[in-house]
């Protein structure tokens, strides 16, 4: 049950050229007797081309390589078969000259003149770079997610990208996990709605639609539960688990008609996800009914003798087919798992039938995206989508939206104009354009990025004395990351941390206000980037204090993706910022100044330490229901901040929750309205969330569960009367009792307000 402010985007979408057509269903009628007739052709081409298809050529169809440079000597043969098998896929190629030059190998050269799938990781933007994820999830604003994922498509498709590895929809509950940037963070509900958007956004209205690419949900499924929240650990879900909270986003996406999905890398329940037949093929296909290409994360064919599963990488292949997958993503350097195949057919390991209908869906979905008809792409045109000055308005409007304002003592913030002549701007990600960006950005592609600094200098001019410290340096990770870009800095002349800091107090001294931008470096986040300390790494959290020390005005800019302790700080303000994008500096001088309200909220509970992790809000009520205090004697274990949790430069009132009728019967709708006014004197948005608590039933459920959300904007003095409905499909769970789905009869405490500790209540019945 979303609302999202599809009225205000139209100007937007306007900007970049996009229309709302896009976001409106076809008419049911038509568009299923069009795309069964599609269908039927499609089916009827892909069979044709089978009949006709090798061993060896069905294999190399399975088989998806990196295509970096230099290319590994071990690549080179299996590369040049290009020429002659074909190949399914290649990933990372961005260079649309090299794009047209190798497609060309494929149609005009190889038997069956197969085109090839270009794939490649579109997270958050190719050139024009949005915020990342879980920020896009802090916006609580489906509308504009689905706009940000849809310019991130144009841009890879002008380069010759068809197939994103994206979007990430786990479920991150543990914040030490470092891939909790690329999710929507640890609610399913909000997952889900960040899952459907960005499938539209991605894919447009259908699969192969001009200007889109498939979108390709990851990593199926479990992989934010890791062990203790370290990457690639084992996970060990319960159905119920694995049904109430880590399946819906899976669910949305498919419903939404993703057209490709990830198998994770990790054992879920012990059997590496790549080679799960019962995650695969009964749960993915027969239970959650997906019908589009399953492949798999990089190299994890290959690993299945690594993870102990399988003898040798012939009985890798032929396994992983056997379970359901459908085309392996190989490691670079590394032999394809799936060059085995042929052998493995000829062995009687693994049936034809399944080969077959692995082949068979990559030749659909490469028919889908017409590239037997338009292989190429045109090169002239490519510079001019990726340059779009209506993209970097789009970013500029996301940057601000997902901004979370998590404290704001005696309304430092904004800033006032007038009063402000003076700014000292500090910190090691001030002046950091990688870290503006944030991970999942490649060199490649040419995005750029305007950093703190940068906007605010434009934005004040000479008005403002700025004045501007790094502070400190941020430290090298004890151990690289898997990306080497990722770890790779200019060479710099070496800091003097303590002169440094010095200096910076003394530029806030003599300041009107100080600006201190601090956080997690953007290789500090992501794949490879769980941590077992939420401080600021470095000497980031000294310089902190020196700043804070002087008395000054202090306002925090936080650049990360996980909760991170701010000590005792007393600055008087903290944005969170996530890693903004392009225009990130931009966005965050308006925040600043007031040309823009912060209305981003968390999506994840702010957990106080990594030792409390996980720690999220959708808890179970224990016999000692306290929920906070005791359950560590040393501490309170209550979040810092909770999730759904943001500030803004107005205040709101919720009041008169009204059910339309108290008592319904379970198969029907739940309809209820609350007022909410806007007391302050600005033009402000705010995301009323609701969330309900089932008091009994064939299982106990989680003390409060979302279940619907808006983001509104409302004028000063305003009041309107909100709507939500609850549906019957909001109200079922999942029961370990009965292995099953249920909708009980029950007693139901509902809350609506502005973040997860909501106080304003009703209750209703569902009676049988
Ligand atoms: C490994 C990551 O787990 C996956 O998410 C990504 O898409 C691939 N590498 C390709 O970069």
Same mark, same amino acid.
């Given at each position: ?5 599809? =009225? ?11 229309? !709302? ?55 080179? +043969? ?43 990781? /579109? ?27 849809? #310019? ?36 399913? %509900? ?51 688990? !694995? ?15 993703? @057209? ?26 027969? $239970? ?27 009985? *890798? ?48 979905? $490469? ?122 800095? +200019? ?24 600006? #201190? ?39 925090? #800019? ?7 302790? !701010? ?19 931009? *966005? ?24 409390? *992790? ?13 929920? /906070? ?16 949790? @943001? ?6 009132? %919720? ?12 198969? *029907? ?21 609701? %969330? ?39 109200? =079922? %769970? ?35």
């Amino acid at each position: 049950m979303i609302s999202n402010g599809h =009225r205000r985007f139209k100007v937007a979408l306007a900007c970049v050229g996009l229309s !709302l057509a896009w976001a409106v269903p076809l008419s049911a009628n038509s568009a299923s007797a069009d795309s069964a007739s599609d269908d039927a052709a499609i089916q009827a081409r892909a069979d044709a081309l089978l009949k006709q298809m090798t061993p060896e050529e069905k294999a190399a169809q399975l088989t998806q390589y990196f295509y970096l440079q230099p290319i590994p000597a071990a690549n080179k +043969p299996a590369l040049e078969a290009l020429r002659t098998t074909g190949l399914g896929s290649l990933l990372f190629v961005t260079d649309p000259a090299e794009v047209n030059r190798l497609q060309r190998i494929a149609v005009e050269q190889s038997r069956l003149k197969i085109p090839l799938l270009f794939g490649f990781d /579109v997270i958050h933007g190719l050139r024009t770079i949005f915020p990342v994820p879980i920020g896009m999830a802090a916006s609580w604003d489906p509308a504009l997610v689905e706009a940000t994922q849809a #310019v991130a498509a144009k841009e890879a498709r002008a380069v010759g990208v068809h197939w994103t590895f994206a979007p990430n929809v786990d479920i991150a509950r543990d914040p030490r996990w470092g891939r909790i940037v690329e999710t929507a963070g640890e609610d399913p %509900y909000l997952t889900s709605a960040m899952a459907r958007a960005q499938v539209h956004g991605f894919q447009g209205p259908r699969l192969g639609a001009p200007g889109h690419v498939i979108a390709g949900p990851k990593h199926f499924a479990g992989y934010g539960a890791s062990l203790g929240g370290r990457d690639w650990d084992e996970v060990e879900l319960s159905d119920s688990d !694995l049904w109430n909270v880590h399946l819906p986003p899976f669910q949305a996406a498919i419903n939404a008609g993703a @057209g490709a999905m990830m198998a994770a890398y990790m054992h879920l329940n012990g059997v590496p996800a790549a080679a799960n037949r019962n995650l695969l093929t009964t749960i993915l296909r027969d $239970k959650l009914g997906f019908k589009g290409f399953i492949g798999s994360d990089s190299g994890s064919v290959n690993k299945l003798v690594t993870q102990n599963l399988t003898r040798d990488t012939q009985d *890798a292949a032929a396994r992983a087919i056997a379970a359901g997958l459908d085309i392996e993503m190989v490691d670079p350097g590394k032999l394809a798992a799936m060059s085995k195949l042929p052998a493995a057919m000829a062995a009687g390991q693994v049936p034809q039938a399944r080969v077959d209908e692995a082949v068979g869906r990559i030749l659909k979905a $490469k028919l889908r995206m017409g590239l037997f008809e338009r292989p190429y792409i045109d090169e002239k045109a490519v510079e001019k989508t990726l340059n779009d000055p209506a993209h970097r308005r789009l970013a500029r409007i996301a940057a601000e939206r997902s901004a979370v304002l998590l404290r704001n003592e005696n309304g430092v913030l904004p800033f006032d104009k007038r009063r402000i002549k003076s700014l000292a701007v500090i910190g090691p990600m001030a002046a950091s354009a990688k870290d503006t960006l944030g991970p999942w950005v490649f060199e490649q592609n040419g995005a750029s990025a305007v950093t703190v600094l940068a906007g605010l200098q434009q934005k004040l001019g000479k008005k403002v004395r700025i004045s501007y410290s790094e502070g400190v340096r941020m430290p090298a990770r004890m151990f690289p990351s898997p990306s080497a870009t990722a770890d790779k800095v +200019p060479e710099r002349p070496p800091l003097d941390e303590t002169t440094e800091i010095a200096r910076a107090a003394a530029l806030a001294r003599d300041a009107d206000a100080a600006v #201190v931008v601090v956080g997690e470096a953007m290789n500090m986040i992501s794949e490879g980037g769980s941590r077992s300390s939420f401080t600021l790494p470095g000497r980031q959290q000294e310089l902190l204090d020196a700043v804070v020390a002087t008395g000054k005005p202090v306002v925090v #800019v936080i650049f990360s993706a996980r909760p991170l302790h !701010l000590g005792e700080t007393r600055a008087q303000a903290i944005l969170d910022a996530w890693y903004p994008g392009s225009e990130g500096g931009t *966005a965050i001088a308006n925040l600043l100044f007031g040309d823009a309200v912060p209305a981003g909220k968390l999506p994840f509970s702010w957990t106080r330490s990594p030792a409390h *992790a996980p720690n999220y809000y959708a808890q179970l009520i224990s016999h000692k229901p306290n929920p /906070v205090n005791g359950r560590y004697w040393n501490e309170t274990s209550a979040p810092t901040y909770p999730f759904g949790y @943001g500030l803004s430069y107005s205040t709101f009132e %919720y009041t008169n929750l009204r059910l339309q009728q108290p008592s319904v019967p379970k198969s *029907a709708l739940v309809v209820l309205n609350v007022d909410l006014k806007n007391l302050g004197d600005r033009t402000a948005d705010e995301v009323p969330q609701l %969330y309900i608590h089932q008091r009994f039933g064939t299982s106990a459920r989680p003390a409060r569960e979302l279940k619907g959300f808006q983001r509104v904007t409302l004028k000063p003095g305003e009041t309107r009367s909100l709507r939500f409905v609850l549906s019957p499909d909001d109200l =079922r %769970y999942w029961s370990s009792a009965t292995n099953g789905w249920v909708n009980n009869a029950s007693a139901f405490d509902v809350w609506v307000g502005g973040n997860s500790e909501a106080t304003l209540h009703g209750i209703f019945e569902l009676t049988g």
